[in-house]
Nanobody
Framework: QVQLVESGGGLVQPGGSLRLSCEAS????????MGWYRQAPGKERELVAI???????NYADSVKGRFAISRDNAKNTLYLHMNSLKPEDTAVYYCKGIVVGTNYWGQGTQVTVSS
């Protein structure tokens, strides 16, 4: 059974930083494409960043240069390092794993950027 559990969200001031974690069980994160998505109130869920099994990464234009996706194979955990946060980054952030054509999602973690 695949489980993805996000953590690390919270309230942060503009310009601040957060690190989100996605602990995986039932899959090995380094074997598959993994990603972070976010959904703001009243908006569609959107891609933030992905990392392939080869370690190639891709980012939404809105977060390039500010966010970084990484993984710790020993901990079987995916991370999203977020710097220079802006109010428009406020959203629920979700971890996603694509395993042989099946999408697995975590429950999400709330990130609020506000002064």
């Amino acid at each position: 059974q695949v489980q993805l559990v996000e953590s690390g969200g919270g309230l942060v001031q503009p310009g601040g930083s957060l690190r989100l974690s996605c602990e995986a069980s039932g899959i090995t994160v380094s074997f598959y494409t993994m990603g972070w998505y976010r959904q703001a109130p009243g908006k569609e869920r959107e891609l933030v960043a992905i990392i392939t099994s080869r370690g190639n990464t891709n980012y939404a234009d809105s977060v390039k240069g500010r966010f970084a996706i990484s993984r710790d194979n020993a901990k079987n955990t995916l991370y999203l390092h977020m710097n220079s946060l802006k109010p428009e980054d406020t959203a629920v952030y979700y971890c996603k794993g694509i395993v042989v054509g099946t999408n697995y999602w975590g429950q999400g973690t709330q990130v609020t950027v506000s002064s």
